[in-house]
């Protein structure tokens, strides 16, 4: 069976289906004035995920939010709301933090001693009497940035004018309000540098076409090929691949195989139970996770059987992918380059529940920041998953093909369609 492609409306949303259909060609992924508008109309007015809540726990948390050329702070102010606001000083322009997270009473200036509130308000001035066009505590605040929560993911917006953002995630909460990303803990956290676009990246992500190819260890444990993908308003994407299968373009095995065995085995399941029934094990998954849930005392029951088996792939606009199973959520973030189209930084954060048992002990505390290039994914010195590791190894030979005078547009197919739907998406705000 091919996989299904189906648009889905937001109850009083936009259409799912957009007016435009974008070409994918080369300048798309490798110019400066595409990437400049994209900056100028998409980035700058679009929701985007830019933290975890539990970095700025405590009034005074803060964490830096870099993005192309921009820097925002995210804090927690001393009635324990959120703010953002640019990290750029009032005086001349220094970037005010450039540590990554941190917690402070006040945000100083190393510059010039310029000090401000959690709230970006300017409480002292060195030598403020000498400013002949006035105090400027008076006047000037760092500029705030909206900011939103859920479910212990920080969001900001640099529009001004932006809508709330459950107008933009539609359904997506409820959605996945069972799993309760709020209560996981952060256990991984890695960025890789990417000779590539960061759509070279998004794409990468939005098709299954390559899983046979580049990914076989893929092949004998799940069916991508009748995978189902959900087309969104505001270019969202939905796609849900049944785990716990072997895929239907190969033989059945007789027994269970490697790479399915390493997925039952830590939930009680013995493969070898299921030699010459390789076929009941998906629902083998579903019934063991509910009884595991049962044993350790954990709520499952707002979980589908589906939910417990399957992969449920969320990709929301503009760069985010999610990758969700009951008991741990990747987040992975391809986060433009401040001035090279050809380059990105690529984040992959796995948040963890507590019930599971690969869940980082509370002791433990939150893991530093891995950073790492993709030399260091190649060499074996570092892994950020045998799959990931894979595309890495691909994508900047996808960036470089693009950028060749043989090369003129994408031809994409109907397993494509994700693909086409961001991209759509994209041109939508590049239109306005
Ligand atoms: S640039 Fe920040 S105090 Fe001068
Ligand atoms: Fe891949």
């Known amino acids: 069976m091919p996989q299904k492609s189906t648009y889905l409306e937001f109850a009083g949303g936009p259409p799912a289906k957009p007016a435009a259909h974008a070409v994918l060609n080369a300048g798309r992924y490798n110019s400066a004035e595409f990437m400049k508008r994209e900056w100028d109309r998409m980035w700058t007015r679009t929701w985007?995920?830019?933290?975890?809540?539990?970095?700025v726990a405590d009034p005074g948390d803060f964490f830096v939010f870099e993005l192309g050329p921009e820097s925002i702070i995210v804090t927690r102010n001393r009635e324990g709301a959120l703010t953002a606001m640019y990290n750029a000083c009032q005086h001349r322009g220094n970037r005010i933090l450039t540590r990554e997270r941190g917690s402070l009473p006040a945000f100083t200036c190393p510059y010039h001693g310029w000090r401000y509130d959690l709230e970006g308000?300017?409480?002292l001035v060195p030598d403020a009497d000498r400013f002949e066009q006035g105090t400027p505590c008076d006047r000037l605040s760092l500029k705030p940035v909206r900011v939103e929560s859920w479910a212990g993911l920080v969001w900001i917006n640099m529009d001004p004018e932006c809508g709330p953002l459950s107008d933009f995630l539609g359904v997506i909460p409820e959605q996945l309000a069972p799993y309760h990303f709020e209560s996981m803990v952060l256990?991984?956290?890695?960025?890789?540098t990417v000779d590539a676009n960061w759509k070279t990246v998004i794409d990468n992500f939005n098709e299954q076409y390559h899983v046979d190819f580049i990914h076989p260890q893929h092949a004998s444990f799940v069916d991508c090929c009748n995978a189902e993908n959900e087309l969104w308003p505001f270019g969202h994407r939905r796609v849900?691949?049944?785990?716990?299968?072997?895929?239907?373009?190969?033989?059945?095995?007789?027994?269970?195989?490697p790479v399915l065995a390493a997925v039952i085995q830590p939930i009680g399941l013995?493969?070898?139970?299921?030699?010459?029934?390789?076929?009941?094990?998906?629902?083998?998954?579903?019934?063991?996770?509910?009884?595991?849930?049962?044993?350790?005392g954990v709520d499952f029951s707002a979980f589908t059987d589906e939910q417990l088996s399957d992969v449920y792939q969320y990709d929301l606009f503009p760069n985010i992918i999610m990758t969700i199973q009951a008991e741990e959520?990747?987040?992975m973030r391809p986060r433009p380059h401040p001035t090279d189209p050809n380059r990105c930084f690529f984040d992959k954060i796995v948040l963890k529940a507590t019930f599971s048992?690969?869940?980082?002990?509370?002791?433990q505390g939150r893991p530093e920041r891995e950073v790492l290039t993709r030399d260091d994914v190649l060499a074996g010195r570092t892994s950020m998953n045998i799959t990931v590791d894979q595309d890495l190894f691909y994508l900047p030979f996808m960036q470089a093909g693009m950028a060749s005078r043989g090369f003129s547009q994408a031809w994409l197919n109907q397993d494509e369609s994700r693909v086409q739907h961001f991209h759509d998406w994209l041109d939508v705000y590049m239109a306005d």
């Open 270 to 296: 013995n493969p070898a139970d299921f030699s010459g029934r390789v076929t009941e094990v998906r629902r083998a998954i579903q019934l063991r996770k509910r009884e595991i849930s049962a044993e350790r």
């Open 240 to 257: 849900i691949v049944e785990g716990g299968v072997v895929n239907p373009r190969y033989p059945i095995p007789t027994e269970v195989p």
């Open 187 to 192: 256990a991984e956290d890695q960025t890789v």
């Open 48 to 55: 985007l995920l830019a933290g975890v809540e539990a970095d």
């Open 121 to 123: 308000r300017l409480l």
């Open 357 to 363: 048992p690969s869940a980082p002990p509370p002791s």
């Open 329 to 331: 959520l990747w987040v």
